[in-house]
């Protein structure tokens, strides 16, 4: 009987890239580009070689639908709260003091390095 593919595509185990630890990125003295060990995916199989495009590319889709998901979701929730009454002062006051605190925070950091 001839070899039948699977009914369901399997995600095959992937790892983060151990060389951009994950991030597809390469950093080098000049510049970045993306990682050449993993194509700029993040990704590895359990080999540690990169995926195939074929492979890599589901997984990848699925990650940015997901964020984007997640996104839409925390941005949905941010409108609902800038409607409760008192969120948006609040917010504003919280970051008042934060401003408040960086200064605070500078003016402590120049006088340390003045030696003072
Ligand atoms: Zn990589």
Known sequence: MAKSRPLHWQEPTTENCPQCNGSGEWRGM???????MCDGTGLV??????????ESQPILRRQR???AKELEGARQHYRQLLHT???REALAAEQERQQ???RDEDM?????????
Do not use: Y
């Open 30 to 36: 000049f510049g970045t580009g993306p990682c050449a």
């Open 108 to 116: 402590a950091h120049r006088k340390r390095l003045r030696g003072g």
């Open 100 to 102: 408040e605190r960086q």
């Open 85 to 87: 009454p008192g969120v």
């Open 45 to 54: 199989g359990e080999d540690g070689e990169a995926l195939p495009a074929h």
């Open 65 to 67: 639908d997901r964020l």
